[in-house]
């Protein structure tokens, strides 16, 4: 089994926003429905398609998967995460993640600014990232999650220039009641692979760090990238005539 040392792992809970640790609670599986999928255009722009020769393609999938829980807290700034291995590296182009709502939660949530950061799984290095607004409409019902696929992101020049990564996700602000906000595991990855165990920052877990549930976590996500650019390097003439004896 492929899996990075836990001391590297715990360097990317150091890089997180710290929290304060708060009565941590027994970590409790929850039964979660899916409403549906809300695309953004982050860029308002086409995004990379596989008719274009810098399309690499889907290296991260387990949204097709069925959902086996969700998990949540009422601690609305707490970072979730996971590590992905890719099938290959490459520029990130679009990326879809879930938003769950728990059905113990007060209301709907009408929208939410959410904060995705990247990781590089084996040194901890912070690859890139960005935030986007999510309007639910009418709103997502408590119990409910909803996958949000953000494309357009190539123009970002975020390098994934490994396999293994680390995702991780944040509210950073919301509007409407509802007041106990997570993510959905969908398992198994039908693309790549996930080790079982999750990333948490919050104050309801306990400190940042690698948690488990009863069932394998494996956040939603896919990661769809764009070809590494072809490295172009002038060679000295010394080194051309080397290559001649």
């Known amino acids: ?51 274009s020769t810098a399309f690499a393609g889907v290296v991260y999938d ?37 938003i769950f709502n728990s059905g113990s939660s ?3 949530l009408l929208t939410a600014n959410c904060a995705i950061s990247f990781y590089d799984g084996a040194t901890a290095a912070y690859l890139g990232g960005f935030t986007t607004n999510v309007n639910f409409g009418t709103g997502l019902a ?20 490994t396999t293994d990564v680390i995702v991780t996700q944040q509210v950073t602000s919301k509007t409407g009641t509802a007041n106990r906000l997570g993510f959905v595991s969908l398992d198994p990855p039908t693309v790549g692979s996930s080790d079982p165990d999750f ?5 309801t877990v306990g400190a940042a760090g690698w948690y488990t549930l009863s069932v394998p ?26 290559l001649y004896r």
């Not at 549906?36 to 086409?46: F, H, T, V, Y």
């Not at 696929?149 to 020049?157: E, I, S």
């Not at 650019?229 to 080194?239: D, L």
Request: hydrophobic fraction near 45%.
């Open 106 to 108: 007060l209301g709907s």
């Open 62 to 98: 387990n949204s097709t998967s069925a959902a086996n829980t969700g998990f949540s807290s009422t601690s609305l700034t707490s970072i979730w995460g996971d590590e992905l291995f890719t099938t290959n590296a490459g520029i990130l182009s679009g990326l879809k993640f879930t």
């Open 142 to 161: 408590k119990g409910f999650y909803s996958f949000v696929n953000v494309t357009g992101l190539d123009v970002l020049a975020i390098t994934l220039g």
């Open 1 to 51: 089994m492929r899996k990075i040392a836990t001391t590297l792992r715990l360097a990317v809970a150091m890089l997180a926003l710290s929290v304060a640790v708060a009565s941590a609670q027994a970590l409790v599986s929850e039964p979660a429905q899916l409403a549906g999928e809300i695309d953004i255009d982050l860029m308002s722009r086409p995004q990379i398609t596989p008719n």
């Open 217 to 242: 976590a494996n956040l939603g996500y896919q990661v769809t990238v764009a070809n590494l650019p072809v490295p172009s390097q002038k060679s000295t003439w010394g080194r051309l005539k080397s």
């Open 199 to 203: 990333y948490a920052n919050s104050a």
